[in-house]
């Protein structure tokens, strides 16, 4: 281990002191809320319906925690100078990271194990995380800065979790056991992914660091080409924009907006490519109907999450390198300065606060209203295929065709974006993604001691109180938000009043759609969820002027 080495390892320790350890509790809060709801109910651990969940949740708390240690590396172009061989640069940043990877993945299953007496294998896992890092490390080393190369980047990213979900079943079909049996053809496979990714990623990195531009697959590039001319103005209609406003619309939707609608639509010819080949491969189509209709239901409640990473997209106000060069990687844009603080460009702009905050509304509505269509559409079809093949399945009959359902699926993306992308452009994002993950923490924490050791007495106070404080601190919160913005010139009187009738109506609304045998304690929740819908009108602007002006 030379000096340089010595001292990359020591950067990582250094700027990941604080970041790795608040990523890894980040990443577990989802587990933790989860598995503490069902502790309640007493279900079976090795049921199927919650290996599907473990299979579901173990991308999340990689990804969480990979962001940390991908954060805490820095980016590998200001490595290209240093007195090391590009194999020794991508080792020390591929390496490294993924045996930290699998570090946490073991603590995190080993914790749950013991807290919930849940029965995860740690062996698989474990091992599998590093090869997720690799391949990972490959997609942010090799995808250029388009979504296009983003997507394609990710295919193997993407194979090699289809083929961790297979080690819970078969392929093409649903997750049915715990992997505890790693065979020596799993070991080999994942020692494949790691080599493969290696050698690629190496390759790659040796053509940036020479100047050269690394030479795609045919297809690769039609693809590219192909969504350049479908995504970019044509030669001939090209036109000057009458406003800044009206440039920065169309910049925000095309770099930004356009995210989660295309994630979605890429989700759903994934899965329908899975849904045929595995109707040709099993045969079943009835079992292959129900189990499609169920995945499509439980999307309902995944998309309000890809949302929210959507969001981050959304309220990023990075201004550095921009622009068409293919050189220039995904990974780049992890610099020293910070992605939320807002640049001298963007600060410079000729428009105001509250002109930029309806850009950036505009463009969290048309993304929503997009990918929220695509979902329905697909929800429609599993309904009408159903019918047709006079198969349904129960959970589906249950919950698809209730209209509170779609309406809250439909507000609960729009929360999740518009929230996500507020709190980044305040450009003090880690501060409150810090506080919020050790506030839920802290909260579940006391939620289980409360259940363990209170009084039977105590537990109904408490279920009446807590919920009745997160209304009342939603709202007062969204009242001292209004009033802000108004005195600050942000929001007319028109607007306020006009989402105070909107958050009238919709509580009216959901007042007669109202699941049956809603509790009582739901009714403040409501007013809270509600609250979150009209909220955005009033902090966004404020958002962009404390980022703006700090």
């Not at 080792?91 to 849940?118: R, V």
């Not at 083929?163 to 080999?188: C, K, L, N, Q």
Request: charged residues 10%; contains cysteine.
């Amino acid at each position: 281990m030379n000096s340089v080495s010595k001292a990359l390892l020591w950067e990582l320790l250094v700027r990941g002191r604080w970041q790795i350890p608040l990523w890894f509790i980040g990443g577990n809060v989802m587990p933790f809320l989860l598995y503490s709801a069902f502790s309640k109910y007493e279900m079976d651990l090795a049921d199927p319906a919650l290996v599907m969940m473990h299979v579901m949740i173990a991308p999340f708390v990689m990804l969480l925690f990979s962001l940390g240690v991908i954060s805490a590396q820095g980016s590998l172009n200001r490595l290209y100078l240093a007195p090391m061989t590009t194999a020794s640069i991508v080792a020390w940043h591929m390496f490294p990271g993924a045996i930290l990877l699998s570090l946490q993945m073991a603590a995190s299953l080993a914790w749950q194990n013991a807290w919930f007496g849940s029965q995860h294998p740690i062996l698989g896992p474990t091992v599998f995380a590093a090869a997720a890092w690799a391949s990972a490390q490959m997609l942010v080393g090799v995808s250029h800065r388009t979504l296009t190369s983003l997507v394609l980047s990710s295919i193997p990213v993407v194979l090699s979790f289809c083929w961790f979900g297979s080690r819970h079943g078969e392929w093409m079909t649903a997750p049915e056991h715990y992997w505890t049996d790693v065979a020596v053809s799993d070991i080999f496979m994942m020692i494949a992914i790691i080599v493969i990714s290696y050698n690629l990623t190496v390759r790659v990195i040796s053509n940036e660091r020479c100047g050269e531009n690394f030479q795609p697959l045919s297809l690769w590039k039609w693809i590219e080409h192909t969504w350049e001319r479908i995504s970019t103005l044509r030669s001939g209609d090209v036109k000057p924009f009458g406003s800044s406003r009206q440039a920065q619309l169309w910049y925000e939707w095309r770099s930004k907006g356009i995210a989660l609608p295309l994630a979605t639509s890429i989700i759903i010819a994934f899965g329908t490519a899975v849904i045929v080949v595995r109707m040709v491969a099993i045969g079943n189509v009835t079992q292959t109907l129900k189990e499609t209709q169920e995945v499509v239901v439980g999307a309902g409640f995944l998309l309000p999450m890809v949302a929210g990473l959507a969001g981050l997209l959304l309220g990023t106000t990075f201004s550095g390198i921009q622009g068409r060069d293919h050189k220039s990687t995904i990974r780049d844009l992890n610099v020293e300065g910070q992605f939320d603080r807002m640049g001298n460009f963007l600060a410079t702009r000729p428009m105001t606060n509250t002109t930029y905050a309806g850009i950036i509304l505009r463009t969290a509505v048309k993304s929503t209203a997009l990918s929220w269509c695509l979902w329905a559409v697909v929800l429609i079809l599993a309904a009408v295929l159903g019918i047709l093949a006079g198969v349904t399945s129960e959970q589906f009959a249950k919950i698809a065709g209730k209209f509170w359902y779609l309406c809250g699926t439909l507000f609960a993306i729009w929360i999740a974006i518009t929230a996500v992308a507020s709190t980044v452009l305040t450009g003090r994002f880690p501060v409150f993604a810090v506080t919020f993950t050790i506030s839920v923490f802290v909260a579940v924490f006391l939620m289980l001691v409360t259940e363990n050791y209170a009084t039977t007495q105590l537990k109904a106070q408490l279920s009446l109180l807590v919920p009745l404080g997160i209304a009342i601190v939603a709202l007062a919160g969204t009242a001292v938000a209004f009033v802000a913005a108004s005195r600050r010139s942000m929001v007319t009187q028109a607007i306020a009043w006009r989402c105070g009738i909107a958050w009238l109506l919709l509580n009216g609304v959901a007042l007669l759609l109202k699941p049956a045998g809603l509790t009582f304690v739901a009714y403040p929740l409501l007013l809270a969820f509600t609250a979150l819908v009209v909220l955005p009108f009033a902090t966004t602007p404020l958002a962009i002027a404390w980022n703006r002006h700090r």
